[in-house]
């Protein structure tokens, strides 16, 4: 009688192959990872990557759904983790610099080719929107609960900004990946975003200039 597997078991072994995968997939873009690359990357039999994902396509769902989840969660702790509301903005802006700055070395390059490739796909078409839809309601609630908090006062609706930052920022990585960070002078706009947020939240002075504790966890926003 084989051993019974448990949920965690299968759970475990399912992230295992999302991360063998996120490895293939930055090196390789998207297009040209094959399921046999993949599964040469985890170092498991043929049968036991199937038995969990039955494409690189399924594979690349869970991982973008994987990045969205931890970018939602990383907002939700934004504002208890600092004592004033220009602290929340600033990680968040260090966070986006790091991560652009990486946009070669990360899965923005496969992420750009699966969309780019299939923008037209029935299918990749609508998760594209929603995930837009998705990126914007997490900031615009990021926002809403700066302003019950009394930190933001905002001069345009949450939905508002969070539509411009998000486009902004989806705007800058692929610029960064196509022209290059020297080109872009990703750094300098991102600054120019700093101080939109500024102006546009109403941050006051004592907010920004008042001392506080500062993550050095590299936690997701």
């Known amino acids: 009688m084989s051993p019974k597997v448990t949920e965690e078991h299968k759970e475990n072994r399912r992230l295992e192959i999302m991360r063998a995968a996120a490895e293939v997939f930055k090196r390789k873009g998207y297009d040209a990872?094959?399921?046999?690359?993949?599964?040469?990357?985890?170092?498991?039999?043929?049968?036991?990557?199937?038995?969990?994902?039955?494409?690189?396509?399924?594979?690349?769902?869970?991982?973008?759904?994987?990045?969205?989840?931890?970018?939602?969660?990383?907002y939700a702790k934004l504002l208890d983790r600092y004592r004033n509301a220009w602290e929340t903005i600033e990680h968040f802006l260090r966070y986006q610099e790091k991560e652009i700055g990486n946009t070669h070395?990360?899965?923005?390059?496969?992420?750009?080719?699966?969309?780019?490739s299939g923008w037209r796909d029935a299918d990749r078409q609508p998760f594209l929107?929603?995930?837009?839809?998705?990126?914007?309601?997490?900031?615009?609630?990021f926002l809403r609960a700066g302003v019950k908090r009394g930190d933001f006062r905002p001069l345009q609706e949450?939905?508002?900004i969070a539509q411009f930052v998000i486009s902004f920022l989806d705007g800058l990585s692929v610029d960064v990946l196509l022209l290059g960070s020297e080109v872009c002078d990703y750094r300098a706009q991102l600054d120019s975003?700093?101080?939109?947020?500024?102006?546009?939240l109403q941050i006051a002075e004592?907010?920004?200039?008042?001392?506080?504790s500062q993550s050095t966890t590299g936690e997701t926003p």
């Open 33 to 74: 990872v094959t399921m046999q690359d993949i599964i040469d990357e985890t170092g498991m039999s043929r049968g036991g990557v199937y038995a969990y994902f039955g494409s690189k396509e399924e594979l690349f769902w869970a991982l973008l759904d994987q990045i969205d989840d931890s970018h939602a969660a990383g």
């Open 105 to 116: 070395r990360s899965l923005s390059p496969a992420i750009f080719e699966f969309f780019s």
């Open 129 to 141: 929107v929603g995930r837009y839809k998705r990126a914007v309601g997490d900031f615009a609630r």
């Open 158 to 160: 949450p939905e508002a």
């Open 193 to 200: 975003l700093r101080l939109y947020l500024h102006q546009v």
């Open 206 to 212: 004592t907010s920004r200039e008042d001392g506080g």
